[in-house]
């Protein structure tokens, strides 16, 4: 088990070669770039990923793949930038190690929901990281003590048309489909939130370092009544820069797509799930690929495809509703409720990635931020966390995102594991 993650460890030392010695446009650093994906894959093949629950280990080699490449070939990362002549390892090393790999901190989550500002003292951090630890640990290990039975005979004897069917489908069924849904989505978040509170309690306890560097991995879930909120406001953002800057690369550098224009933000989002489909068959090499590429290519395009079609009902609520109050006050405005609001993407200049023309240019739409009713108002998602809508529109969006999740979810199992028996 051990020689497996070997690899792995050596790609570290590789990328801080490149961070710390090699120019920005060296043809080393794609031959470093290439030694890095080579040890990654071979880890990512090793018992020791597959050990830790939620893939959570394989996720971490793939992002490892893709944030050196963000750094090294993409943003052209150098310690030089900083004008911080003799920090130049610091630096490296800070960025190998990144508690967040890239993220702004204005796509963080705060310590306090409402004061962002809040910080808390070195040992409230490590009581609260370790209380952490423990629960998360004993979560994970109740989920699979006491995994519920499901039988082959419950995928493979089981038609198509699951919303076709609803008045008909078994007790059984929906209870499987419900269980698979939330054991899919909460064994992730307490494997990766376990891993975060381990390294915080390491990084702050052991290495003295600022707890402040360590903010929360995953956001309120009172945020995600839409499945756009959902993965903006309440899931982790690890590997997201490394996604968002890939696919930006792809559609506005290569295919020469505008920026700021709603075909390449959408394209962009596209894009970005199609690399996160990619990365959860990446993790999983003990499913055949053809039992698992398609299920996780509709998986994460049929959450791109909700995404979208949130943002086309709220654009024809604003048009319905604009013209109903110019009717009634030729005058007036429209009064459109704040929790009508489409974020895209945008630039949010990374705080520590070299901020030199070159880099701005890519990243042009590499990051999140909503727009009001009036696009001049521009906010945050600080000032969109604050802005809740009314309880009820959160109630219907929350049974929205329930309902799709285990529809999507319950829909990707079935056709692995009907690929899979057959």
Known sequence: MIDSIVPFLIAHPVLFIGLSYTQPSSPARFALQGIIFICCFISRLGTFSLSIPGQAGGQYIYGMMMQSSHFMLLAKATPSAYGKPGNELKWSMDMLFSARWGVSPKMLPAFRRKDHSYVPTRWRFLVTRFWDLIWTVA????????????????????????????????????????????????????????????VSIIGVGVLS???????????????????????????????????????????????????????????????????SAWMHVFVSPNIPLRCNAWPQMRFYFSIAGAIILEDVVILAYRQLTRKKV?????????????????????????????????????????????????????????????????????????????????????????????????
């Open 139 to 198: 979560m994970v290990y109740l989920i699979n003590r006491y995994r519920l039975n499901i039988w082959q005979d419950d995928f493979t004897g089981v038609p198509d048309g699951f919303l076709r069917r609803l008045p008909s489908v078994t007790p059984r069924e929906l209870v499987i489909r419900i269980y698979v849904a939330v054991v899919g989505k909460f064994e992730p978040y307490l494997a990766l939130r376990a891993g975060h509170s381990l």
């Open 209 to 275: 370092d600022d707890p402040k560097r360590y903010p929360p991995l995953f956001g309120s879930v009172k945020e995600a009544y839409r499945v756009r909120r959902f993965y903006v406001y309440f899931w982790h953002h690890l590997i997201r820069k490394a996604f968002t800057s890939h696919s930006s690369f792809v559609v506005n550098d290569i295919f020469q797509v505008p920026r700021q224009t709603e075909a390449s933000r959408y394209l962009v989002l596209a894009l970005t799930f199609f690399m």
């Open 326 to 422: 110019d009717r009634t006050n030729p005058n007036g405005h429209a009064i459109e409720p704040e929790q009508f609001k489409v974020e895209a993407s945008t630039a949010i200049q990374d705080e520590n990635l070299p901020h030199n023309n070159e880099l701005k240019k890519r990243n042009t739409s590499t990051a999140k931020i909503e727009f009001d009713a009036n696009p001049q108002n521009a906010s945050g998602p600080e000032s969109a966390r604050n802005e809740q809508p009314s309880k009820l529109f959160r109630a219907l969006g929350f049974m929205w995102v329930a309902a799709f999740e285990v529809w999507s979810t319950s829909k990707f199992l079935y056709l692995t594991q009907q690929c899979l028996a057959s």
